[in-house]
């Protein structure tokens, strides 16, 4: 059976609907950056979704061509995730989205090193014909967090947020944002599929002795 990060690490990718602390270890992740509306058709934040699957995909079936990838074992593809912040503001403001920047982001397995990725960019390009070059090898060292999940609309999370902020101040903790630390969100449902209502998102945001 696929090994699947989202039912093996629980703790990261499955918390209660209600805000809990949590230490998140040094990860590594195929990412583009870009800056804008998510919304927008046909923008860079939808084109960053396509480039992050082209390259998860490729290294995934990797085991079915001549490129064998040391300590490769068969898994699930986890989860797109992003990071997101906007310049000159504490937290995130939903009303103005064009000024989002982010990191779109997938987690690599912990046996794809640099030289793997590399070489999935140049298969992708060459078999895809597509540019991959905006595509990095990003590592985050995300540390102490305090995460929640939030069902709902993405435009509903600061109710959820703010729940989590009073949490944190109990515990004896402030949010930490700002480079490079950024609000987290985790995506556990497809927005084409899913109603609004019923989205599943991990949210995650740093925070650090107050």
Not at 49 to 70: N, P, Q, V, W
Not at 127 to 156: A, N, P, R, W
Not at 194 to 205: A, D, M, Q, Y
Request: overall charge negative; charged content about 30%.
């Amino acid at each position: 059976m696929a090994f699947d990060y989202k039912k093996e690490y629980k703790e990261f990718y499955m918390p209660k609907n209600k805000p809990e602390l949590v230490t998140v270890p040094r990860m590594n992740f195929i990412a583009v950056r870009g800056e804008g509306d998510p919304n927008e058709e046909e923008g860079a934040y939808k084109q960053s979704i396509g480039l992050l699957y082209g390259i998860a995909f490729t290294i995934k079936m990797s085991k079915m061509g001549d490129h064998r990838i040391e300590g490769y074992f068969d898994y699930v593809v986890p989860p797109l995730e992003g990071l997101w912040w906007q310049k000159g503001v504490a937290g995130i403001d939903y009303v103005h989205k064009e000024n989002f920047q982010w990191i779109s982001m997938i987690r690599l397995p912990e046996f794809v090193a640099r030289e793997d990725f590399d070489w999935a960019v140049a298969e992708a390009a060459a078999k895809k014909k597509t540019d991959f070059s905006k595509v990095e090898f990003f590592t985050y060292d995300e540390g102490l967090c305090v995460q929640c999940m939030h069902i709902g609309s993405y435009d509903d999370e600061p109710a959820t947020i703010e729940v989590m902020d009073a949490f944190a101040r109990e515990q004896g903790y402030a949010a930490d944002m700002g480079g490079p630390r950024y609000h987290h969100e985790i995506y556990l449902s497809d927005a084409r599929r899913c109603r609004p209502e019923n989205l599943k998102t991990v949210i995650r945001h740093p925070i650090c002795i107050s």
